[in-house]
Nanobody, 127 residues
Framework: QVQLVESGGGLVQAGGSLRLSCAASGRTFRDNHMGWFRQAPGKEREFVAAISWGGGTTYYAESGEGRFTISRDNAKNTLYLQMNSLKPEDTAVYYC????????????????????WGQGTQVTVSS
């Protein structure tokens, strides 16, 4: 399994931007589809975005479509989530996750599809 560490969270005003990063250890990063999920207090963890192992396919939840951009740099073993036009309802702990590409051709959009998870980074958007 790949070990994942998120960073880049923080406090930002509504309308602002943040870029989250997820550093992966080991040489297996490029063997994994990657996803971003988030969990707000009292709510279930939900899908935000996903990207295929080579970066050619991306998916977004409707809530982030047009505002969020997922990307990856396989040479740096790093996953990114650029978040623009942030809203208070984007406040949550954001998690990156990995799914071995041998399990599925395309990245999943459910929590159950992913086998490795980071510890999360807090994003707080003030109104």
């Amino acid at each position: 399994q790949v070990q994942l560490v998120e960073s880049g969270g923080g406090l930002v005003q509504a309308g602002g931007s943040l870029r989250l990063s997820c550093a992966a250890s080991g040489r297996t990063f490029r063997d994994n589809h990657m996803g971003w999920f988030r969990q707000a207090p009292g709510k279930e963890r939900e899908f935000v975005a996903a990207i295929s192992w080579g970066g050619g396919t991306t998916y977004y939840a409707e809530s982030g479509e047009g505002r969020f951009t997922i990307s990856r740099d396989n040479a740096k073993n790093t996953l990114y989530l650029q978040m623009n036009s942030l809203k208070p309802e984007d406040t949550a702990v954001y998690y990156c996750a990995a799914e071995n590409r041998r399990r599925t051709v395309l990245p999943g959009q459910s929590v159950a599809a992913y086998t490795s998870w980071g510890q999360g980074t807090q994003v707080t958007v003030s109104s």
